[in-house]
C-alpha cells in the first residue's frame, strides 16, 4: 500500500491509499491518528483485495478503479462488485476525479494496451515519486534476501529481466498493443518529473527511478514495438500481442514504515 498525504486544511491532513493492505483495528487506528482518508485507489484489475474492505472502514472515502475495473466490476452480482465511485477513463485520466482530488499533489495517467491489467500509473509530485503496480517489478538481491522466496516465486522470477524496474517475460502475452503501452510510457516520461519509484512488487527505488525505469519496463516495451515492426515488414503480418496465461506471484514484501508528512510519501507493504 501507497500512502500520500496533503493539506486539506490548516490543521488536517488529507489520505490517499494506494492498493490498500487489510485494513486491521492496527492498521485503521494509525490511519484515523495520521490524518482523513479521502481516496482509495484500486490500481488495476487485480490489486483490488482489501479495497471494498478499506472502503467499509472509511465510508466517506471515495474508491477510485480503472474503467475497465469498473466493467468488469458489473458482470459481477451486486453483493460482490466493489463499490467503486470515480472510474478513470483510458484518455481523461485526473480530469475524471472529483474536484476533492489533491491534482496538486497527485496525478493519474491510465496505462493503455494492455486490457488484462488495465493500471493506473500515478505521480507524487512533491516527493518526485512514480507509483506503479504491476508495469514494474525490482526484485534486487536486498528484497530476495527479505523474501526468501520459495519454490513457485523462485520458478517465476526465473523468467525475470535481470534489470531494475522492470517487468518480467511473461508480461509480453499481456500485452494487447505493445505501441499502445508505450504511448502511455511516453506521456508519463513527457508529463512527469521523478526520481523515485514505488512498485508493489520489489524493492523501493530511492533515487535515479527514470533513469531505471526508462532501461527497465520501457526498454522491455520499447523492445516489443519494434519485434512487431520488424514481424511485419518481413511478414506482412500486424500481430505481435500474444495470447496465453502468465504466472502472478503477489509477493508480500516487508519495509521499515516511516513518518508521512504533507509532502511526503509512505510505502507500507504487509508482512
Not at 239 to 264: D, N
Request: charged share 15%; aromatic share 8%.
Amino acid at each position: 500500500m501507497v500512502i500520500a498525504g496533503y493539506p486539506l486544511d490548516k490543521d488536517r491532513i488529507g489520505l490517499v491509499l494506494i492498493s490498500p493492505l487489510e485494513p486491521t483495528e492496527a492498521v485503521v487506528q494509525w490511519l484515523q491518528a495520521t490524518g482523513q482518508v479521502c481516496f482509495i485507489v484500486a490500481p488495476n484489475k487485480h490489486h483490488t483485495w482489501w479495497a471494498a474492505a478499506m472502503k467499509e472502514a472509511f465510508p466517506a472515502a471515495l474508491l477510485v478503479a480503472p474503467l475497465g475495473l469498473a466493467q468488469q466490476q458489473q458482470q459481477k452480482r451486486q453483493q460482490q462488485r466493489l463499490p467503486i465511485d470515480v472510474r478513470i477513463t483510458p484518455l481523461a485520466g485526473v480530469q475524471d476525479m472529483p474536484g476533492a482530488w489533491p491534482a496538486a499533489v497527485l496525478d493519474v495517467i491510465p496505462v493503455q494496451g494492455m486490457p488484462f491489467i488495465d493500471e493506473l500509473a500515478l505521480h507524487h509530485k512533491p516527493s518526485s515519486t512514480l507509483i506503479l503496480t504491476d508495469t514494474a517489478f525490482n526484485f534486487d538481491e536486498a528484497c530476495l534476501q527479505e523474501l526468501q522466496p520459495g519454490l513457485a516465486l523462485r520458478s517465476y522470477l526465473g523468467w525475470a529481466v535481470l534489470r531494475p524496474c522492470c517487468v518480467t517475460k511473461p508480461f509480453r502475452w499481456l500485452v494487447k498493443d505493445a505501441a499502445a503501452v508505450k504511448a502511455s510510457f511516453d506521456q508519463m516520461l513527457a508529463t512527469w518529473e521523478f526520481d523515485q519509484v514505488s512498485m508493489a512488487h520489489g524493492s523501493f527505488i530511492s533515487s535515479g527511478g527514470k533513469q531505471a525505469f526508462l532501461q527497465g519496463s520501457y526498454a522491455f516495451v520499447d523492445q516489443l514495438v519494434k519485434g512487431k515492426q520488424a514481424a511485419a515488414a518481413e511478414h506482412g503480418s500486424t500481430g505481435l500481442a500474444g495470447t496465453g496465461a502468465a504466472l502472478f506471484v503477489a509477493a508480500a514484501v516487508i519495509s521499515t514504515a516511516v513518518g508521512i508528512g504533507v509532502a511526503g510519501i509512505l510505502q507500507v507493504r504487509q508482512q
